[in-house]
């Protein structure tokens, strides 16, 4: 009984490194989400994925791009790591009725 | 637009005594309401939502939610804090299923003994 599985929980990245973080839902789920939780800003949208094959842009784009690989995964990729990104990401997987299942998260430090 | 704002970053209880955390929201359609809870190093749970039924809603470990049309809010309350809920609380809201979320910047929730 899985849920929603993000890899990895904890990276430590220099200024300039990619990275792809992963998430896999096994909920049947069609809208996966994206957020960052930085302290007093509350979870900020990333990017979102109604459906599979489709992204949309969320509050703070700039600096990620996503893939929607398949109805169950859906990744994260930071092309040139900055420490502004220091934070940590959750992915979610949205049930028909708008509830949100979330990942244990992904604690990432920039340098 | 949606917007929510939650009206306090922080609230101090003590143990055995009632809970108020306060939500207002803005939304151009009829939304759905939530409140999710996280304590420390963990992810989101989903504590309770409302979806144009009943106005009172009951969550788990005893929460509870009014959706109040006319004054655009929801707060959670609780008629006694236990220890175990010191976490932070998040209330969102949606327009629509398959939308994204739109999360308030929580209130931490601290119980003294």
Redesign the interface.
């Known amino acids: 009984n899985a849920g ?1 599985t993000q890899t990895p929980k904890f990276q430590v990245l220099k200024t300039g490194q990619s990275m792809t973080l992963q998430c896999a839902q096994d909920m049947n789920h ?2 996966m ?1 994206w ?1 960052r939780q930085d302290p ?6 990333i990017y ?1 994925s ?2 599979e094959g489709t992204t ?1 842009k ?1 509050e703070v784009p700039n600096g990620y791009n996503v893939s929607r690989l398949n109805k169950r995964e859906f990744s994260l990729r930071l092309e040139s790591a900055a420490p502004s990104q220091t934070s940590v990401y ?1 992915c ?1 997987s ?7 299942f ?4 992904s604690r990432l430090t920039v340098l | 637009a949606q917007s929510v704002t939650q009206l306090d970053s922080h609230v101090s209880v003590s143990e055995g005594t009632p809970v108020l955390l306060r939500c207002n929201y803005s939304s151009s359609y009829s939304p759905s309401l939530f409140w999710y809870v996280q304590h420390p190093n963990k992810g989101l749970q989903l504590l309770l939502k409302y979806t144009s039924a009943a106005t009172l809603v009951k969550g788990i470990n005893g929460f509870e939610a009014e959706f109040k049309k006319s004054e655009t809010s929801f707060h959670l309350t609780k008629p006694s804090a236990h220890m175990s809920d010191a976490a932070e609380y998040f209330c969102v809201v949606s327009a629509q299923a398959g939308t994204a979320l739109i999360f308030g910047k929580g209130t931490t929730l601290s119980v003294s003994s």
């Open positions: 929603v069609n809208s989400y957020y007093g800003m509350g979870l900020r949208l979102y109604a459906s949309d969320g959750f979610a949205g049930s028909y009725t708008g509830e949100l979330f990942g244990e998260g």
